[in-house]
Nanobody, 120 residues
Framework: QVQLAESGGGLVQAGGSLRLSCAASGRIFNVNFMGWYRQAPGKQRELVGTITGGGTVTYADSAKGRFTISRDNARDTVYLQMNSLKPEDTAVYFC??????????????WGQGTQVTVSS
């Protein structure tokens, strides 16, 4: 079995910061491409940013200059550091990862999501 689990969400004032974590666990051979997404109430899920196995990062326009994605391959964990948070950042944040398990099977996995609420 392979699982992804997000953590670190919560309530923060506008201008504050949060760091989200996404940890992969189970019978993992390797974790390759990973991404962060978010979904606000009544809206479609949107991409926040991605990171490759080699550490190359891309961001949506809304995240550039404020959010930073990184990964710790030794711990099978990816992070989303969010600074200068705005009320419009309020959403459930999801992690997605392309993972090969020990049987040699590769596919995308989703975490359960973590709520981020930014107050004025």
């Amino acid at each position: 079995q392979v699982q992804l689990a997000e953590s670190g969400g919560g309530l923060v004032q506008a201008g504050g910061s949060l760091r989200l974590s996404c940890a992969a666990s189970g019978r993992i051979f390797n974790v390759n491409f990973m991404g962060w997404y978010r979904q606000a109430p009544g809206k479609q899920r949107e991409l926040v940013g991605t990171i490759t196995g080699g550490g190359t990062v891309t961001y949506a326009d809304s995240a550039k200059g404020r959010f930073t994605i990184s990964r710790d391959n030794a711990r099978d964990t990816v992070y989303l550091q969010m600074n200068s948070l705005k009320p419009e950042d309020t959403a459930v944040y999801f992690c997605n990862g392309y993972i090969k398990d020990l049987s040699g099977s590769s596919r995308a996995y989703w975490g359960q999501g973590t709520q981020v609420t930014v107050s004025s």
